[in-house]
């Protein structure tokens, strides 16, 4: 069974500081993709990034990041210039497009961005 | 712009009542979920629906039914409320083609049972 694990409960960072969130994941498949979501206290749970992977360049979207070590089954998040409105838990979570229904979640990282 | 909503923000039930969560999505997806989320212990997926009038039991699926006689609307049942189903409930769909297999989140309903 795939699991996620995120090692990391709770984290901070100072205002445009970087900091990075780790996610591991065990599976034995190789077709899947990963996914960063983030909630934020308002609670609507959206996506930040996600990765296929087949594709070996990282994904990246405008300050968030990924480093995607597939051999390591690693797929942290890199957010860099951090803003307050980062203030949320991000979730890390696993899709296995062989079995094409449901999510795999990681517990998630809260993550405060101090000013 | 995708949505999913859900009809309540917050609901308080007694024990023993018959609660009904709905959901209604936009988007003509095939995939709608129910989780349940609590801190410490993240995303539980209660059920999932892949087609009108299928469902799959998720993880923690005890105590809850769920009924999906329309593609838009996922409805969850608790059929017989109890203190310990007090808690943030999120649904979500899905495409299952392609990148569609991003999930879409409605914006939770926290459910408090006394």
């Known amino acids: 069974a795939q699991t996620v694990t995120q090692s990391q409960p709770e984290m901070s960072v100072q205002e445009a500081e970087t900091v990075t969130l780790s996610c591991t994941y065990d599976?034995?498949?190789?077709?899947?993709?990963l996914f960063w979501y983030k909630q934020p206290p308002s609670r609507q749970m959206i996506l930040v990034i996600r990765q296929e992977a087949y594709k070996q360049q990282n994904a990246t979207e405008n300050r968030f990041s990924v480093n995607f070590q597939k051999a390591a089954k690693s797929f942290s998040l890199k957010i860099s210039d951090s803003q307050l409105g980062d203030t949320a838990m991000y979730f890390c979570?696993?899709?296995?497009?062989?079995?094409?229904?449901?999510?795999?979640w990681g517990l998630g990282t809260s993550l405060a961005v101090n000013p | 712009d995708v949505k999913v909503t859900q009809s309540s923000r917050y609901l308080v039930k007694r024990t023993g009542e018959k609660v009904f969560l709905e959901c209604v999505q936009d988007m003509d997806h095939e995939n709608m979920f129910w989780y349940r989320q609590d801190p410490g212990l993240g995303l539980r997926l209660i059920y999932f629906?892949?087609?009108?009038?299928?469902?799959e039991k998720g993880d923690i699926p005890e105590g809850y039914s769920v009924s999906r006689e329309k593609k838009e609307r996922f409805s969850l049942i608790l059929e017989s409320a109890s203190t310990n189903q007090t808690s943030m409930y999120l649904c979500a769909s899905s495409s299952p083609q392609g990148w569609g297999t991003e999930a879409f989140f409605g914006q939770g309903t926290r459910l408090t049972v006394v």
């Open positions: 979570a696993f899709f296995n497009a062989g079995n094409n229904r449901k999510l795999i």
């Open positions: 599976t034995s498949e190789n077709n899947y993709y």
């Open positions: 629906s892949y087609d009108v009038k299928m469902k």
